[in-house]
């Protein structure tokens, strides 16, 4: 029976060795990264950038001079799941300044980045007049239209009740909107001429909302547009702004006919200095927000050479950094975006390591910490919302419907 068991033992221990010697070799070869970007510069005049591509460990893959405004099909050779991208911008009307944007740990393929982008579309506009009839003296009467850029309101004498509006109106149909937040009375007309009457007695009543407000914050300012048609935001029309309008009875004031899709903005300064801003977009104006008392994070080291920052619970989708120089030879501001995963990074050396071209023989060791500001967005991730930023198809439907920013500057 011994025999019989050091027997099987010997033939188990050939036949794993067998399966060794016969066991596939890993797989060592350098693969292929293939994608797609493309970027569209502020200004046209700016008519290159340079593109490069590092690994995590500062390896340089890619360096190349790239057209904007074209899409580019390129490749790098890496097994490294997630890269780092940098983009270096000239501004053509000066030879010393620079635009320079990394995404660290990201995979680039499809973006289509559009600096400045916008949802606006500029159409044709005419100066036109509406005449408000039986409408009782505001001084703070807010007026506007959907593409308008002027606005004159004169009450030529304000016991009359009786109020011009002078504007740029859309054509060929334009919608003018008009608050007078003191008596809560707003009104919509279709503008389909230059020269109006417009009687004010049927006007309706504006809904006031004021929102529980965090505990010692300061410089609280709201702001809200409209959009006639839901989904449609080539034409942003404004209802209402706290610079002009603000109250303690209220924080915001807004129409409930018409606007089929509301955009809400609101900031504030919390007691340590921060600042917040909250981005909603909805067929309701949110009645109740997520204001954060304090910061969702803080700067631990702000030198050049050592970056570390910390979070809180409530974790951002991303950050960014933004560092500034400006010297006799190069104005530039740096625009470093991470996951909330990465708090700490050396930028001089990520600056050293991939010597940009379009830098070659400029000094760039001073730059200096500018901001940090953190970007929450509800169900996305550091890399989709990267991904939304880079899609201007998405951007224009403006799929991302919420965000908490939280912002420092240095």
């Not at 200004?43 to 190349?64: A, C, M, Y």
């Not at 904007?68 to 911008?89: I, M, Y």
Request: charged share 20%.
């Amino acid at each position: 029976m011994r025999l019989k068991f050091l027997l099987s033992v010997l033939m188990a221990a050939i036949l794993v060795g067998c399966d060794k010697e016969n066991a596939p070799s890993p797989d060592t070869s350098v693969k292929d990264f293939d994608f797609t970007f493309r970027y569209d510069a502020p200004l046209t005049t700016i008519n290159q950038f340079e593109l490069l591509l590092t690994q995590k460990d500062g390896e340089v893959l890619l360096d190349t001079l790239l057209s904007t405004g074209t899409q580019h099909a390129l490749t790098a050779k890496t097994n490294d799941p997630k890269l780092n991208l940098t983009l270096v911008t000239p501004d053509a009307a000066n030879r010393n300044m620079y635009s320079i944007t990394t995404y660290n740990q990201v995979n680039p393929d499809k973006w289509h980045i559009v600096a400045g982008f916008t949802t606006e579309v500029n159409e044709p506009t005419l100066a036109a007049e509406i005449r408000y009839t039986n409408i009782p003296y505001d001084a703070k009467a807010f007026f506007s239209s959907k593409q308008s850029n002027w606005t004159g309101l004169s009450w030529p004498n304000p016991t009359d009740n009786y109020l011009i509006a002078n504007y740029n109106r859309l054509l060929p149909t334009d919608l003018a909107y008009i608050l007078l937040p003191t008596h809560g009375k707003y009104m919509f007309t279709e503008a389909s001429s230059d020269l109006m009457s417009v009687d004010f007695s049927n006007a309706n009543t504006s809904t006031k909302l004021k929102y529980n407000r965090p505990a010692n914050i300061t410089k609280f300012r709201t702001f809200l547009h409209g959009y006639s048609k839901a989904g449609d935001y080539t034409h942003t029309q404004p209802l209402f702004n706290s610079d002009y309008m603000s109250s303690e009875a209220y924080d915001l004031q807004y129409p409930s006919t018409v606007i089929e899709e509301f955009e809400l903005n609101v900031y504030y300064t919390d007691a340590d200095g921060y600042q917040h801003r909250y981005n909603h977009i909805g067929s309701a104006v949110p009645q109740i927000m997520p204001f954060s008392e304090k910061s969702n994070f803080k700067v631990a080291k702000s030198d050049f050479s050592d970056f570390q920052v910390s979070f809180t619970d409530n974790l951002p989708s991303l950050y960014f950094s933004r560092w500034a120089l400006a010297t006799a030879d190069v104005n530039a501001n740096w625009y470093i975006y991470s996951s909330p995963e990465e708090v700490s990074y050396n930028p001089k050396r990520i600056l050293e390591e991939l010597k940009p071209k379009l830098l070659a023989g400029k000094s760039v060791a001073g730059f200096k910490l500018s901001s940090v500001q953190t970007i929450k967005a509800p169900n996305y991730t550091y890399q989709s919302y990267c991904d939304y930023y880079g899609s201007p198809e998405a951007r224009a439907k403006k799929t991302m419907k919420e965000t908490q920013q939280i912002g420092k500057s240095f």
